[in-house]
């Protein structure tokens, strides 16, 4: 499949159907020109299918990395990103923490163990919230546990030093969230991305076309800016490894069908924090599609612009 973005948004009429996606602050509205009701493959067992297009029978390829699925890895940090913001309404009432090992950890078992028995220690110290958290595999083969703690009113202030007691392996790190028009991607860049001199330092291959500057604010408040390489970090994973977990109370996106005018009504004067069109096509079968997505900040209004 290849993916062109048009120079220029392409908005859907007005009684184009199109798929309304709520999560907190942010609505999503996507719209495809066409839709794909069939599967063109009929899986036989868990090493063949046939293509449907074809008669052929063929083997699956197994993936050895995730990098190796891209549309798995693209699909599991989407839904992250929309449960972070169908959960995150209010920063304040939020930690973000980074828990570190002191050792060059890398067993992603004994992370999750850790994990589970930290939460514990945090809830038996009166500490009540609901939780999504993210692993993150580092280029020395070792892991970093990246916890939003949501709280139901203003999150309490946790001295550095007391969550490192309670974690007991090593560092950790609380940042705040302000100033961001959608938290859930924010957060899930932390996941996919890794910094310039990173990926050099362990002798990743990097493309020029992948390296972005961006903007950040450091913890003395100073504004600062990182080199960025998109995805480095998703040839660390695991194949099949789990991501991110959440607890009971977290809640999921709410899903809808609609008309285009009824989705601009529904987000009213919002924001658009982000709208492209772009054009997938596929060369062997020759099939297209335009597809349009648009995500409103319903917290931030034009005429607060």
């Not at 859907?12 to 942010?26: E, F, T």
């Not at 919230?129 to 993210?134: K, L, R, S």
């Not at 090593?170 to 969230?177: C, E, S, T």
Request: aromatic share 10%.
């Amino acid at each position: 499949m290849n993916k062109i973005k048009l120079p220029v948004v392409v908005h859907p009429l007005d009684d184009d159907i199109v798929r309304l996606k709520k999560a907190g602050n942010i609505t999503e509205i996507m719209c495809t020109e066409r839709t794909n009701t069939q599967c063109p493959i009929l899986r036989l067992d868990k090493e063949n299918y046939i293509d449907k297009r074809t008669g052929e029978v063929k083997s699956f390829n197994h993936i050895e990395s995730r990098a190796e699925d891209k549309n798995s890895v693209r699909e599991s940090l989407t839904k992250l990103r929309d449960i972070i913001n169908a959960n995150v309404t209010n920063p304040d009432y939020c930690r973000w923490v980074t828990l570190t090992y002191a050792e060059n950890m890398t067993d992603d078992k004994r992370l999750y163990s850790d994990f589970k028995k930290f939460v514990m220690r945090m809830r038996s110290r009166s500490y009540t919230f609901e939780y999504i958290v993210a692993m993150e595999p580092q280029g020395r083969g070792a892991w970093h546990a990246h916890l939003l703690m949501i709280f139901d009113k203003k999150a309490p202030f946790i001295l550095n030093k007391q969550l490192e007691e309670i974690w007991g392996h090593g560092f950790v790190k609380i940042k705040a969230l302000s100033n961001i028009d959608n938290i859930g991607v924010y957060l899930t860049a932390y996941l996919g991305d890794m910094e310039l001199d990173e990926a050099i330092k362990n002798g990743l291959s990097v493309d020029k076309s992948s390296v972005k500057e961006v903007e950040e604010i450091d913890e003395s408040g100073k504004k600062i800016t990182k080199s960025i390489v998109k995805g480095a970090r998703l040839s660390l994973y695991p194949p099949k490894f789990h991501i991110f977990r959440k607890s009971r109370g977290i809640k999921l996106p709410d899903i809808s069908y609609t008309s285009y005018s009824e989705a601009k009504k529904l987000v009213g004067d919002a924001t658009p924090t982000f709208e492209q069109s772009v054009i997938i096509t596929d060369p062997q079968t020759g099939f297209n599609n335009q597809i349009y997505t648009g995500y409103f900040n319903t917290n931030r209004t034009n005429s607060q612009s």
